[in-house]
């Protein structure tokens, strides 16, 4: 990388630095005392000392926990409806307002039923993540198989290639970039809704935890685990854009 580079690779953080050196002086010349906020000093040292004891680890594991396993079934279960619609026009025509009106629904809408289903704790996390990640992924995929070029697949028909392969070899790899995108979405999407959920109905989690701050009257700690949790989204918007460059050159290493 060059120096030119790395000045601009730095540049994001110009703004951020300067909106926490104003707050810290701010704080500080006006000797502010609030009971929902507290100084970029103070969070960081809130945080410093979660990271130590292992609160805020304990917490993210068990929301990365959900946030992966809901991810994983859902974006599974979408791209495999989401192939099968593209695939099979009748079923797509057919099942095409259930499916709209099914991704429509606000996945804490449906928030009661899996409390019901579930009960509390990771089971119903779970759930209403894969739920909400399914419908996105779906969409996405049908759409990207629809638009196939319609003579690669008359040539799959013709060369013999079964439905199986003809979805491998065919299918997946021309829509792999959109999917990728949805991937990538329904990832940050996943994050936010197992905090969404475990501030609200989880007693585990970042978003249990976060409430736990605020009713003990520790707003830098509530804080810190809100940066905590824009920590966590950027590594795994970093970690999707890594496997997603993995999946493409191990695609054309392949092919």
């Given at each position: 990388m060059s120096g030119l580079e790395s000045i601009r690779s730095w540049r994001g953080f110009l703004l951020p630095a300067l909106v926490l050196i104003g707050a810290e002086?701010?704080?500080?010349?006006?000797?502010?005392?609030?009971?929902?906020?507290?100084?970029?000093?103070?969070?960081?040292?809130?945080?410093?000392?979660?990271?130590?004891?292992?609160r805020i680890l304990v917490a993210t594991l068990q929301t990365i926990q959900s946030v992966l396993t809901g991810f994983l079934l859902g974006a599974s279960l979408g791209v495999?409806?989401?192939?099968?619609?593209?695939?099979?026009?009748?079923?797509?025509?057919?099942?095409?307002?259930?499916?709209?009106?099914?991704?429509?629904?606000?996945?804490?809408?449906?928030?009661?039923?899996?409390m019901i289903i579930c009960g509390l704790g990771y089971q119903m996390e779970i759930a209403i993540i894969a739920f909400s990640t399914m419908w996105p992924n779906a969409v996405m995929a049908r759409a990207a198989v629809a638009n196939i070029e319609p003579r690669l697949l008359e040539v799959s028909r013709v060369i013999g290639l079964g439905p199986f392969a003809r979805i491998t070899k065919i299918a997946l790899p021309a829509a792999?970039?959109?999917?990728?995108?949805?991937?990538?979405l329904s990832m940050?999407?996943?994050?936010?809704?197992?905090?969404t959920v475990e501030i609200i109905a989880n007693p585990q989690g970042v978003g249990s935890a976060i409430m736990v701050a605020?009713?003990?009257?520790?707003?830098?700690?509530?804080?810190?685990?809100?940066?905590?949790?824009?920590?966590?989204?950027?590594?795994?918007?970093?970690?999707m854009k890594w496997l997603e460059t993995w999946a493409f050159q191990s695609h054309t290493a392949g092919s």
């Open positions: 002086v701010n704080f500080a010349v006006n000797g502010i005392e609030s009971a929902s906020l507290a100084a970029p000093s103070q969070i960081l040292s809130a945080g410093i000392k979660a990271l130590v004891d292992g495999a409806l989401g192939i099968i619609l593209g695939l099979q026009k009748y079923i797509n025509y057919t099942s095409e307002i259930s499916v709209e009106a099914a991704r429509a629904i606000p996945p804490l809408a449906v928030l009661p039923i899996w792999l970039p959109r999917i990728f995108v949805a991937l990538r940050g999407f996943s994050l936010i809704i197992a905090v605020q009713e003990v009257g520790d707003p830098a700690l509530m804080l810190a685990y809100l940066v905590w949790i824009g920590v966590i989204g950027f590594v795994l918007n970093i970690a």
